[in-house]
C-alpha cells in the first residue's frame, strides 16, 4: 500500500503560479507511475498529468500543456506539479495518484491509490 500526502495548494491570482507536491511513503517500490488529477465542483474528476516513476515519460492534457510540468525526485519519493499562468478554470480540489498500468492509461480507474487532495482557487 503507497499513502500519499499532497500539499501546495492555495489561492492566486490569474496569472499566477502554485507548485504542488505529493509525498509518497510505505511500498513506493511497486509504483510505475504517478498522476494528478483535479476535481471542481458538480464536475468530475480530471486528468490533469501523469509521469513514469522513472522519470521518462510525462503526458499532460491538452488544457495544460505548455503551462503545467509534473516532475519527480525519487530519492525524496516526492512528485511535483508545476502550475504557471494559472486560470480561474483551473479552480479545483488536486489529487494525486499512483499507478502500476502504462503510462498511457490515464483513466481514474488506473489509479490504485489517491491522496486527501488540496485546494487550488484562482482569483479572476
Known amino acids: 500500500q503507497v499513502q500519499l500526502v499532497e500539499s501546495g495548494g492555495g489561492l492566486v491570482q490569474a496569472g499566477g503560479s502554485l507548485r504542488l507536491s505529493c509525498l509518497a511513503s510505505?511500498?513506493?517500490?511497486?509504483?510505475?507511475?504517478m498522476g494528478w488529477f483535479r476535481q471542481a465542483p458538480g464536475k468530475e474528476r480530471e486528468f490533469v498529468a501523469a509521469?513514469?516513476?522513472?522519470?521518462?515519460?510525462?503526458r499532460y492534457a491538452d488544457d495544460v500543456k505548455g503551462r503545467f510540468t509534473v516532475s519527480r525526485d525519487n530519492a525524496k519519493n516526492t512528485v511535483y506539479l508545476e502550475m504557471n499562468s494559472l486560470k480561474p478554470e483551473d479552480t479545483a480540489v488536486y489529487y494525486c495518484?499512483?499507478?502500476?498500468?502504462?503510462?498511457?492509461?490515464?483513466?481514474?480507474?488506473?489509479?490504485?491509490?489517491w491522496g486527501q487532495g488540496t485546494q487550488v482557487t484562482v482569483s479572476s
Open positions: 509521469i513514469s516513476w522513472s522519470g521518462d515519460g510525462t
Open positions: 510505505g511500498r513506493t517500490v511497486t509504483i510505475y507511475k
Open positions: 495518484a499512483v499507478s502500476r498500468t502504462p503510462l498511457g492509461r490515464i483513466d481514474p480507474g488506473a489509479f490504485a491509490s
